[in-house]
């Protein structure tokens, strides 16, 4: 099946600083998911993003599905960016993904 | 306000015991999906329906069950046969309409073994 691969796997970053998170996925894919899960657990649907860029608030990603990777960008990070983001890509079109194991964030003071 | 309501938050299972997770939604929503997460771990898929009274396993059904009865509801059952049950469940909907579609998830119930 397809394989996903997010990185780096852990990121502590100080406030107002800017980060890039990766996500590589092994074969074609019709479109890709970003997502954020805070300390409580919920997991909030970023953007849903097949190919090029898309922007909200400070957060971006863009998404090259020829070359298999998508970008997240986080600009003048914030506390509240805290948590694990992760990708998900479709494994067929009946809406099953495929998730990577995240990049856990830590935003401090 | 529309969403997906998952209950109860923290659930404890003994030794042998069948317990119920359940999943709302009023999105109006055709498909649903349970997933589960292990600590420092991403998202396996258990279970997954498209329509009503139809569901199909996922990458790691075995020890679960769930039903569909209703266009907005579908509750997970954790039998005794799952050995390992302790994890974070979370419960997705979709507005599938032959495509992917974005997905967004319910709260999330932590499973406990006692």
């Known amino acids: 099946g397809i394989q996903v691969e997010q990185s780096p796997p852990d990121l502590i970053l100080q406030e107002g600083a800017n980060s890039t998170l990766r996500c590589n996925f092994s074969d074609s894919v019709n479109n890709l998911q970003w997502f954020h899960q805070n300390p409580w657990g919920q997991l909030i649907n970023l953007f849903y993003?097949?190919?090029g860029t898309k922007q909200n608030g400070r957060l971006s990603a863009t998404t090259v599905a020829t070359e298999r990777y998508s970008l997240l960008y986080i600009s003048s990070s914030q506390t509240t960016d805290s948590g694990v983001y992760f990708c998900a890509v479709p494994t067929d079109s009946w809406g099953k993904l495929q998730f990577g194991a995240g990049t856990q964030v830590v935003v401090t003071p | 306000d529309g969403g997906i309501t998952q209950s109860p938050k923290y659930l404890f299972r003994k030794e042998g015991q069948n317990v119920t997770l359940s999943c709302e939604q009023n999105?109006?929503?055709?498909?649903m999906y349970w997933y589960r997460q292990d600590p420092g771990q991403g998202l396996r898929l258990i279970y997954y329906s498209h329509i009503v009274n139809d569901f199909q396993k996922g990458d790691i059904a075995e020890g679960y069950s769930v039903s569909r009865e209703k266009k907005e509801s579908f509750p997970l059952t954790v039998t005794s046969a799952q050995k390992n049950p302790t994890a974070f469940y979370l419960c997705?909907?979709?507005?599938?309409?032959?495509?992917?579609?974005?997905?967004?998830f319910g709260s999330g119930t932590q499973l406990s073994v006692l």
């Open positions: 997705a909907s979709t507005p599938y309409r032959g495509t992917n579609e974005k997905l967004f």
């Open positions: 999105l109006n929503h055709d498909a």
């Open positions: 993003i097949p190919s």
